[in-house]
Nanobody
Framework: VQLQASGGGLVQAGGSLRLSCAASGHTFSSGAVGWFRQAPGKEREFVAAISWSNGITRVTDSVKGRFTISRDNAKNMVYLQMNSLKPEDTAVYYC??????????????WGQGTQVTVSS
């Protein structure tokens, strides 16, 4: 699967952004597609994932209730709606394919990152 992420930007705390990930290739064989993020000086961490086949989602605790992951199978798109953004959400966000766990080392494919900056 090939992935193309977009939608990052600069937003004030409390604001919203929506990230998009365009997927191509063998999307359904990739299992789950999701998002990771990496802040400066920190390891890449899991944010959310969604199954292509049944839509089951997983979201990390720190963003529960604020971030929502969704998919549009017809368009091969995955979205991350981010609300009530906090400065600690600032990071480069990466679309990820073949997400089998919450660990970045097991991801099959990465899109390019998109920068999200939340100002206080």
């Amino acid at each position: 699967v090939q992935l193309q992420a977009s939608g990052g930007g600069l937003v004030q705390a409390g604001g919203s952004l929506r990230l998009s990930c365009a997927a191509s290739g063998h999307t359904f064989s990739s299992g789950a597609v999701g998002w990771f993020r990496q802040a400066p000086g920190k390891e890449r961490e899991f944010v959310a994932a969604i199954s292509w086949s049944n839509g089951i989602t997983r979201v990390t605790d720190s963003v529960k209730g604020r971030f929502t992951i969704s998919r549009d199978n017809a368009k091969n798109m995955v979205y991350l709606q981010m609300n009530s953004l906090k400065p600690e959400d600032t990071a480069v966000y990466y679309c990820a394919g073949g997400v089998s766990s919450g660990e970045a080392k097991y991801v099959d494919a990465w899109g390019q990152g998109t920068q999200v900056t939340v100002s206080s």
